[in-house]
């Protein structure tokens, strides 16, 4: 299983960006996803969770401006990103807790996994 992060780049303040994070595989099903964010000399932190049954969770932070989402066909989930500040300038990061199957022994594996992390600059 691979996740792919993609979307970011520079933007202006009060300008919107949208995070798409793609995963692929043997997929049986995806659970939680969420997307983190690490600015530099800071440590890694929560920004938008999404549960497997659909509710959500946001840092302080972004509540307001930032939506979570997905796209069950694609595997895909997002990251609207709107009402920009500076502050929101990281490497974003996505993450899903997701099953896949061993056909094997027919066992429900879970595991964490993790995109390489895209860029969001928010400057003037």
């Known amino acids: 299983v691979q996740l792919q992060a993609s979307g970011g780049g520079l933007m202006q303040p009060g300008g919107s960006l949208r995070l798409s994070c793609a995963a692929s595989?043997?997929?049986?099903?995806?659970?939680?996803m969420a997307w983190y964010r690490q600015a530099p000399g800071n440590k890694r932190e929560l920004v938008a969770e999404?549960?497997?049954?659909?509710?959500?969770n946001y840092a302080d932070s972004v509540k307001g401006r930032f939506t979570i989402s997905k796209d069950n066909a694609k595997n895909t989930f997002y990251l609207q990103m709107n009402s920009l500040k500076p502050e929101d300038t990281a490497v974003y990061y996505c993450?899903?807790?997701?099953?896949?199957?061993?056909?094997?022994?027919?066992?429900?594996?879970?595991?964490?996994?993790w995109g390489q992390g895209t860029q969001v600059t928010v400057s003037s």
């Open positions: 993450t899903a807790n997701i099953d896949t199957m061993d056909w094997s022994t027919t066992t429900l594996l879970k595991d964490d996994y």
């Open positions: 595989g043997s997929i049986f099903t995806i659970n939680t």
């Open positions: 999404l549960t497997g049954s659909g509710s959500s």
